[in-house]
């Protein structure tokens, strides 16, 4: 009921910045929460930062600062502003949304993923 789409990976330098996007379709209005998590190689999938309906955002610790989360209602977008990377930052990055339906319960929608790639 909620499709995600990502874009704006890329390859980019140490201290360098990309923002990537995520458009959301379908049944927009049921989500609750959105967020961006990553997973580089041998490793597993981590939350990067996360947003709420009510617009309350949490990092993890090795973002903190250099990343921001953000959302456009009007267009249905999720961004995610990176600045200062770092060759640890290299990884796919997804973008979810969790979505409630009534009398049912909650549901998670996942994007295909974009590369970011740092180079040292």
């Known amino acids: 009921q909620v499709q995600l789409v990502e874009s704006g990976g890329g390859l980019v330098q140490t201290g360098g910045s990309l923002r990537l996007s995520c458009a959301a379709s379908?049944?927009?209005?049921?989500?609750?929460?959105m967020g961006w998590y990553r997973q580089a190689p041998g490793k597993q999938r981590e939350l990067v930062a996360s947003?709420?309906?009510?617009?309350?955002?949490n990092y993890a610790d090795s973002v903190k600062g250099r990343f921001t989360i953000s959302r456009d209602n009007a267009k249905s977008t999720l961004y995610l502003q990176m600045n200062t990377l770092r060759p640890e930052d290299t990884a796919v990055y997804y973008c979810?949304?969790?979505?409630?339906?009534?009398?049912?319960?909650?549901?998670?929608?996942w994007g295909q993923g974009t590369q970011v790639t740092v180079s040292s």
């Open positions: 947003i709420t309906r009510d617009g309350s955002t």
């Open positions: 379908g049944s927009t209005s049921r989500i609750i929460a």
């Open positions: 979810n949304a969790d979505y409630r339906i009534p009398t049912m319960g909650d549901f998670a929608s």
